[in-house]
């Protein structure tokens, strides 16, 4: 379906809800939706005991809605939240559980990736990315909230 907007920003929620949709079905077999995948792997690659301080500038996510993502992994046994060594500090550590989760979901997000390099392009995917850059730059979303 045409999508008739003038809207830049109601075509690319829209474009980014499909795709939401896209990895999600994608990932159905690993129990995973793409936000928590993400959100897992990204626990997984910062250093030693992360605080969602860190967590929160590396995802550019505000500290509530990354509370509410932290919550429902956590609820799923795939994060446990810990005391820092700063009392102020919650520390954020991913569980056998949660790597097990993210094993099982990597070869089918694998595959959702190549589905959509597949449909763009690599000269389309590199625009896409520096357009992206541009907005973290100017809209002030990556990383504004620690």
């Known amino acids: 379906m045409a999508i008739d907007t003038p809207c830049h920003c109601t075509l690319l929620r829209r474009g980014a809800r499909a795709l939401t949709q896209l990895y999600d079905q994608a990932l159905v077999p690993s129990g995973l939706?793409?936000?928590?995948?993400?959100?897992?792997?990204?626990?997984?690659?910062?250093?030693?005991?992360?605080?969602?301080?860190?967590?929160?500038?590396?995802?550019?996510?505000?500290?509530?809605?990354?509370?509410r993502n932290l919550r429902v992994v956590e609820r799923a046994g795939f994060v446990v939240l810990e005391s820092g060594d700063d009392a102020?500090?919650?520390?954020?550590?991913?569980?056998?559980?949660g790597r097990e989760a993210i094993a099982k979901a990597l070869p089918l997000w694998r595959g959702a990736q190549r589905r959509i390099e597949g449909l763009l392009g690599k000269?389309?995917?590199?625009?896409?990315?520096?357009?992206?850059e541009a907005?973290?730059?100017i809209g002030g979303i990556n990383g504004a909230t620690s």
Do not use: H, K, W, Y
Not at 123 to 132: K, L, N, S, T
């Open 33 to 67: 939706q793409v936000t928590q995948f993400s959100l897992l792997r990204t626990i997984c690659r910062l250093p030693d005991e992360p605080t969602i301080g860190a967590i929160a500038t590396a995802t550019g996510l505000d500290r509530s809605t990354l509370g």
């Open 88 to 97: 102020r500090a919650v520390v954020v550590r991913v569980t056998a559980d």
């Open 123 to 132: 000269q389309e995917r590199e625009r896409i990315r520096r357009f992206v």
């Open 135 to 137: 907005l973290d730059g």
